[in-house]
């Protein structure tokens, strides 16, 4: 079964950095798109941003400049690196990977932010 687990999450003031983890149970070459979505309380689940299986990357347009995916093949792992952070940015943030149209979601981990 495909496990994604997230980490990194914490309380950070404003201006901070944070990384996020994504690992999954096996290759991550395994799914075409990686993505980061976000969720505040009372908010709709948004799209932070993807990686796809050639390593092209999309941001949603608040976030570019701030945000940068990345990975580590070899440690099955997708990060997001969120610099600049902002009471705004506090949120559950989830990964979810597809693959042939099969999706994949993981448990979220919390992100703080104060001001």
């Known amino acids: 079964q495909v496990q994604l687990v997230e980490s990194g999450g914490g309380l950070v003031q404003a201006g901070g950095s944070l990384r996020l983890s994504c690992t999954a149970s096996?290759?991550?070459?395994?799914?075409?798109?990686m993505r980061w979505y976000r969720q505040a309380p009372g908010r709709q689940r948004e799209l932070v941003g993807l990686?796809?299986?050639?390593?092209?990357?999309n941001y949603a347009a608040s976030e570019k400049g701030r945000f940068t995916i990345s990975r580590d093949s070899a440690k099955n792992t997708v990060y997001l690196q969120m610099n600049s952070l902002k009471p705004e940015d506090t949120a559950v943030y989830y990964c979810n990977a597809l693959r042939r149209g099969d999706k994949y979601w993981g448990q979220g981990t919390q992100v703080t932010v104060s001001s």
């Open positions: 990686i796809t299986n050639d390593g092209s990357t």
């Open positions: 096996g290759s991550i070459l395994n799914f075409n798109i």
